[in-house]
Nanobody
Protein backbone atom coordinates (compact mmCIF):
# COMPACT_ATOMS: atom_id res chain seq x y z
CA UNK A 1 0.00 0.00 0.00
CA UNK A 2 1.46 3.33 -1.08
CA UNK A 3 1.39 6.06 1.54
CA UNK A 4 2.41 9.69 1.32
CA UNK A 5 2.83 11.52 4.60
CA UNK A 6 3.23 15.29 4.63
CA UNK A 7 4.49 17.45 7.45
CA UNK A 8 5.66 21.00 8.10
CA UNK A 9 2.52 23.01 7.55
CA UNK A 10 1.46 25.74 9.93
CA UNK A 11 0.91 29.43 10.47
CA UNK A 12 3.46 31.98 9.29
CA UNK A 13 3.61 35.73 8.79
CA UNK A 14 3.90 37.35 5.38
CA UNK A 15 7.51 37.21 4.26
CA UNK A 16 8.23 34.20 6.43
CA UNK A 17 9.45 30.73 5.49
CA UNK A 18 8.33 27.15 5.89
CA UNK A 19 9.65 23.76 4.85
CA UNK A 20 7.17 21.07 3.88
CA UNK A 21 8.27 17.47 3.69
CA UNK A 22 6.69 14.38 2.22
CA UNK A 23 7.77 10.78 2.68
CA UNK A 24 6.61 7.99 0.41
CA UNK A 25 6.38 4.39 1.51
CA UNK A 26 5.18 1.24 -0.18
CA UNK A 27 5.83 2.39 -3.74
CA UNK A 28 7.48 -0.48 -5.60
CA UNK A 29 8.23 1.32 -8.86
CA UNK A 30 11.94 1.93 -9.05
CA UNK A 31 11.68 5.60 -9.93
CA UNK A 32 8.98 8.25 -9.84
CA UNK A 33 8.52 11.96 -9.91
CA UNK A 34 7.08 13.91 -7.00
CA UNK A 35 5.20 17.15 -6.81
CA UNK A 36 2.84 19.41 -4.93
CA UNK A 37 -0.64 20.65 -5.58
CA UNK A 38 -2.46 23.19 -3.46
CA UNK A 39 -6.04 24.17 -2.84
CA UNK A 40 -6.85 27.62 -1.54
CA UNK A 41 -10.13 28.27 0.28
CA UNK A 42 -13.02 28.31 -2.17
CA UNK A 43 -10.81 27.50 -5.14
CA UNK A 44 -9.92 24.47 -7.20
CA UNK A 45 -6.87 22.39 -6.49
CA UNK A 46 -3.96 23.40 -8.73
CA UNK A 47 -0.50 22.12 -9.59
CA UNK A 48 2.42 23.97 -7.97
CA UNK A 49 5.72 22.22 -8.68
CA UNK A 50 7.44 18.96 -9.49
CA UNK A 51 10.83 17.30 -9.15
CA UNK A 52 12.26 14.37 -11.10
CA UNK A 53 13.47 11.15 -9.53
CA UNK A 54 17.11 12.19 -9.62
CA UNK A 55 16.34 15.76 -8.61
CA UNK A 56 17.99 17.18 -11.71
CA UNK A 57 14.75 18.57 -13.12
CA UNK A 58 12.35 20.85 -11.31
CA UNK A 59 9.45 22.92 -12.53
CA UNK A 60 7.49 25.64 -10.73
CA UNK A 61 4.40 27.54 -11.75
CA UNK A 62 4.94 31.26 -12.27
CA UNK A 63 3.44 32.37 -8.99
CA UNK A 64 6.05 30.56 -6.88
CA UNK A 65 9.19 30.70 -9.05
CA UNK A 66 12.09 32.17 -7.16
CA UNK A 67 10.37 31.66 -3.80
CA UNK A 68 9.84 27.88 -3.65
CA UNK A 69 12.61 25.28 -3.96
CA UNK A 70 12.23 21.52 -4.23
CA UNK A 71 14.76 18.87 -3.34
CA UNK A 72 14.83 15.18 -2.50
CA UNK A 73 16.91 13.34 0.06
CA UNK A 74 19.42 10.59 -0.68
CA UNK A 75 16.81 7.84 -0.46
CA UNK A 76 14.68 9.69 -3.05
CA UNK A 77 11.61 8.81 -1.03
CA UNK A 78 11.41 12.09 0.84
CA UNK A 79 10.79 15.41 -0.85
CA UNK A 80 11.19 18.83 0.68
CA UNK A 81 9.60 22.10 -0.37
CA UNK A 82 11.42 25.16 0.92
CA UNK A 83 9.02 28.11 0.80
CA UNK A 84 10.42 31.60 1.26
CA UNK A 85 8.91 35.07 1.15
CA UNK A 86 5.47 33.64 1.75
CA UNK A 87 2.42 35.67 0.75
CA UNK A 88 -1.20 35.51 1.90
CA UNK A 89 -2.11 34.05 -1.50
CA UNK A 90 0.05 31.03 -0.65
CA UNK A 91 -2.51 30.08 2.00
CA UNK A 92 -3.82 26.65 1.02
CA UNK A 93 -3.84 22.98 1.78
CA UNK A 94 -0.74 21.53 0.15
CA UNK A 95 -0.92 18.00 -1.23
CA UNK A 96 2.10 15.81 -1.86
CA UNK A 97 1.86 13.58 -4.91
CA UNK A 98 3.80 11.10 -7.00
CA UNK A 99 3.72 10.51 -10.74
CA UNK A 100 5.34 8.16 -13.21
CA UNK A 101 7.08 11.09 -14.94
CA UNK A 102 7.28 14.83 -14.28
CA UNK A 103 5.59 15.61 -17.60
CA UNK A 104 2.45 13.84 -16.40
CA UNK A 105 1.85 16.80 -14.11
CA UNK A 106 1.05 18.82 -17.24
CA UNK A 107 -2.16 16.82 -17.33
CA UNK A 108 -3.03 18.09 -13.87
CA UNK A 109 -3.09 14.63 -12.41
CA UNK A 110 -1.04 12.40 -10.12
CA UNK A 111 -1.13 8.73 -9.29
CA UNK A 112 -0.85 8.90 -5.50
CA UNK A 113 -1.83 11.65 -3.09
CA UNK A 114 -1.18 12.56 0.50
CA UNK A 115 -3.90 13.83 2.79
CA UNK A 116 -2.64 17.40 2.69
CA UNK A 117 -1.11 19.86 5.11
CA UNK A 118 -2.47 23.32 5.86
CA UNK A 119 -0.31 26.38 5.31
CA UNK A 120 -1.70 29.71 6.46
CA UNK A 121 0.08 32.98 5.75
CA UNK A 122 -1.10 35.93 7.79
CA UNK A 123 -0.85 39.45 6.42
Amino acid sequence: QVQLVESGGGLVQTGGSLILSCTVSGRTRSSYAMGWFRQAPGKERVFVCTISWDGDFTYYVDGVKGRFTLFRDGTKNTMFLQKNNLKPEDTAVYYCTTNTETQNYALGTADYWGEGTQVTVES
